[in-house]
Nanobody, 127 residues
Framework: QVQPVESGGGLVQAGGSLRLSCAASGRTFRTYGMGWFRQAPGKEREFVGAISWSAGSTYYADSVKGRFTTSRDNAKNTVYLQMNSLKPEDTAVYYC????????????????????WGQGTQVTVSS
């Protein structure tokens, strides 16, 4: 079992960058695929990106491809989301989640693939 905890959110101007971190407790962290999702007010939770347990594979939503990058450091039990060229429409609460299922790009975009979720961190991009 792992418990993800996000940090690094905040207020940034359009065109700026932020790096989110997700620290997960549990000795089995390195066996979990990790995903990032976001939810804006009045909207459904949306997939952002995912990374396999070995960091050998990643998968992104089209809306963030080329701007966001996810990485992980298993020695630190931490996953990162580097967000560049931020836009006002990126404003949302960002969540990280852990999945025990084998990593498969398109399947990793489904919330039901994930077993453990963090509480989220707010990202606000001003125009």
């Amino acid at each position: 079992q792992v418990q993800p905890v996000e940090s690094g959110g905040g207020l940034v101007q359009a065109g700026g960058s932020l790096r989110l971190s997700c620290a997960a407790s549990g000795r089995t962290f390195r066996t979990y695929g990790m995903g990032w999702f976001r939810q804006a007010p009045g909207k459904e939770r949306e997939f952002v990106g995912a990374i396999s347990w070995s960091a050998g594979s990643t998968y992104y939503a089209d809306s963030v491809k080329g701007r966001f990058t996810t990485s992980r450091d298993n020695a630190k039990n931490t996953v990162y989301l580097q967000m560049n060229s931020l836009k006002p429409e990126d404003t949302a609460v960002y969540y990280c989640a852990a999945s025990q299922y084998p990593f498969n790009g398109p399947s990793s975009s489904r919330p039901r693939q994930y077993d453990y979720w963090g509480q989220g961190t707010q990202v606000t991009v001003s125009s």
